[in-house]
């Protein structure tokens, strides 16, 4: 079956702009979860959404938000995007009824703020 | 809240010898801890997990030791293979809130 799919795999912004991350989960998966994962650094948690409903949230400002849609499809926003907020985006999807099951990553988006 | 400290952040070991990795997590509510690899350009992929009530687990050259009491989990990679190079990712997950937390990562690097 397919795996999760990222749109766009990159992208370039300016210091100010916003930007709209798209995640596609696993067919059948109701959970999608965002992580930030700069060099160097670890996966920071972003939210989790399961059944259209954010059910986690990490210690990130206001200016990152998502949504899910009812066909499970995710999307991430960042607003007035700053220069820190380049790093990898991965979006990993799972059955979700707990966190205790596989979580299937995808391949990332990449967002450059110049 | 929950905190998951990983230890080495790099790891270095010769092609064939084994290498491990520990995670130490601070609630001792949480249940379940899977094993993350990540490959160069790649999202981390699962390799093995255990829950509380197991105190081992093993695949082919991998294994997952669980000591509850002290509150610590390791990774053993025996037989070390160039492949086996990438970012190795622990993490805890409290039933309370569904949430993992994740450890900081460590690099494993593979010396042919």
């Known amino acids: 079956k397919a795996g999760v799919t990222q749109t766009p795999r990159y992208l370039i912004k300016t210091r100010g702009q916003q930007v709209t991350l798209s995640c596609s989960p696993i067919?059948?998966?109701?959970?999608v979860s965002w992580y930030q994962q700069t060099p160097g650094q670890g996966l920071q948690f972003l939210f989790e959404y399961f059944s259209e409903t954010q059910r986690n949230k990490g210690n990130f400002p206001g200016r990152f938000s998502g949504r899910q849609f009812s066909n499970s499809r995710s999307e991430m926003n960042v607003s007035t995007l700053e220069l820190g907020d380049s790093a990898l985006y991965l979006c990993a999807s799972s059955l979700g009824v707990d966190n205790t099951g596989e979580l299937f990553f995808g391949e990332g988006s990449r967002l450059t703020v110049l | 809240g929950e905190n998951v400290e990983q230890h080495p952040s790099t790891l270095s070991v010769q092609e064939g010898d084994s290498a491990v990795i520990k995670c130490t997590y601070s609630d001792s509510a949480s249940n379940y801890f899977p094993w993350y690899k990540q490959e160069l350009g790649k999202g981390p992929q699962l390799i093995i997990d255990?829950?509380?009530n197991v105190g081992e687990k093993k695949d082919q050259r991998i294994a997952v030791t669980l000591n509850k009491t002290a509150k610590h989990f390791s990774l053993h990679i025996t037989e070390t293979q160039p492949e086996d190079s990438a970012v190795y990712f622990c993490a805890a997950y409290l039933d309370s809130n569904y949430q993992l937390i994740w450890g900081a990562g460590t690099k494993l690097i593979i010396k042919p």
């Open positions: 067919s059948g998966h109701r959970s």
């Open positions: 255990i829950r509380s």
